[in-house]
């Protein structure tokens, strides 16, 4: 999600300034997404710019008051039907670390999956802590930690399979300035 997506969906409750909008957005979110003032106010004029947004008032603290427009909440409706981008998750680091390892032959793939394994059951550790100590009427942070212990899980699942897959073959190295993808791709 990204402030602009964060912003719409808080004006349609209501007119706000920005400074609560951002501790609105970090609160709604469980804190999932942190923004600093300054964009959230850069995103404001981009709003303002694009007619999605407009100022209502100023208050009597001098604050900006932001409403959302007509257009705005055709924005924001769009937004919330869109599934989510799922092909971006193909793009995160470990899989680029373990792809290029293979291809490259630059890290031994086993020692970059058995790092990444540590450092995931570690934050799983960290999740189940969290999850003990929760508020049990924070529905926000148990939604959000639920997606995380998730995604740890599935990150978990993924490790075993590329382990799975690789199983003894070791990374290749490539000739110098090539690799196997472009060798292949070139037909050499």
Same mark, same amino acid.
């Given at each position: 999600?990204?402030?602009?997506?964060?912003?719409?969906?808080l004006l349609?409750?209501?007119?706000?300034?920005?400074?609560?909008?951002?501790?609105d957005?970090?609160?709604?979110?469980?804190?999932?997404?942190?923004?600093?003032?300054?964009?959230?106010?850069? /995103?404001l004029? !981009?709003? #303002?710019? =694009?007619d999605?947004?407009?100022?209502?008032?100023?208050?009597? &603290?001098?604050? +900006?008051?932001?409403?959302?427009?007509?257009t705005?909440?055709e924005?924001?409706?769009?937004?919330?039907?869109?599934?989510?981008?799922?092909?971006?998750?193909?793009r995160?680091?470990?899989?680029?670390?373990?792809?290029?390892?293979?291809?490259?032959?630059?890290?031994?793939?086993?020692?970059?999956?058995?790092?990444?394994?540590g450092?995931?059951?570690?934050?799983?550790?960290?999740? /189940?802590?969290? !999850?003990? #100590?929760? =508020?049990?009427?924070?529905?926000?942070?148990?939604?959000?930690? &639920?997606?995380? +212990?998730?995604?740890?899980?599935a990150e978990?699942?993924?490790?075993?399979?590329?382990?799975d897959?690789?199983?003894?073959?070791?990374?290749?190295?490539?000739?110098?300035?090539?690799?196997?993808?472009?060798k292949?791709?070139?037909g050499?």
């Amino acid at each position: 999600m990204g402030v602009k997506e964060g912003l719409l969906a808080l004006l349609a409750v209501g007119p706000s300034h920005g400074y609560q909008l951002k501790l609105d957005l970090e609160a709604a979110t469980a804190d999932g997404n942190v923004v600093n003032v300054g964009q959230v106010y850069t /995103t404001l004029q !981009r709003l #303002e710019r =694009d007619d999605l947004v407009t100022i209502q008032r100023t208050d009597d &603290e001098g604050r +900006v008051i932001y409403e959302l427009t007509d257009t705005g909440r055709e924005a924001l409706g769009e937004w919330m039907r869109r599934p989510a981008d799922l092909a971006a998750a193909g793009r995160d680091e470990i899989s680029m670390k373990v792809l290029l390892a293979l291809a490259t032959g630059s890290a031994d793939t086993s020692e970059v999956i058995a790092t990444q394994r540590g450092a995931a059951m570690g934050l799983l550790q960290d999740y /189940t802590r969290l !999850r003990a #100590e929760m =508020d049990p009427e924070d529905l926000a942070w148990q939604l959000r930690l &639920e997606r995380m +212990v998730l995604a740890v899980e599935a990150e978990l699942r993924w490790l075993d399979r590329v382990e799975d897959r690789i199983g003894g073959t070791k990374s290749k190295t490539p000739a110098p300035g090539q690799t196997e993808a472009a060798k292949a791709r070139s037909g050499r």
